[in-house]
């Protein structure tokens, strides 16, 4: 009877804790989308992030407003949850480096997932196109 009361909460324990890391790591989503949402409003504001889209016909609204909100939330999960679940396997003793080391490893696996396949799905004449310039003489 004891070793099945002893069972019972220990599996009642690691359900809480469990329970406790998803509401951290949501919180920490929340707040870390709404960052990602407001520094991407604020680069929207200087003047080269128009021209860019200008150049490119990408609507601020659709850019701003729409996009960077589910990608700041996605990205913030990710690293949030991550962040709590491996956070004495990160090579370092500061947190804010541990994340910014997890947010830095997040935007080089989201360059690769969206720059890659577009570079293969855009039609190009110029098959040096992704090399480097260089000045032929």
């Not at 604020?42 to 609204?61: D, K």
Request: charged content about 15%; some cysteine.
């Amino acid at each position: 009877m004891v070793l099945a009361d002893t069972m019972e909460t220990t599996v009642q324990d690691k359900r809480q804790t469990s329970y406790g890391v998803y509401k951290k790591a949501l919180i920490l989503a929340i707040v870390g989308g709404l960052a990602f949402w407001a520094a991407t409003i604020a680069i929207s504001l200087l003047p080269i992030a128009a021209e860019y889209r200008a150049a490119e016909s990408i609507s601020n609204i659709q850019m701003v407003w729409v996009g960077s909100l589910p990608a700041g939330m996605i990205i913030g999960c990710l690293v949030s949850f991550s962040l709590l679940r491996f956070f004495d396997k990160i090579p370092t003793k500061h947190p804010i480096l541990k994340s910014v080391i997890l947010s830095f490893i997040a935007l080089v696996i989201a360059t690769i997932l969206l720059e890659v396949p577009s570079h293969f799905l855009t039609p190009n004449s110029d098959p040096d196109a992704l090399l480097p310039h260089r000045r032929i003489v």
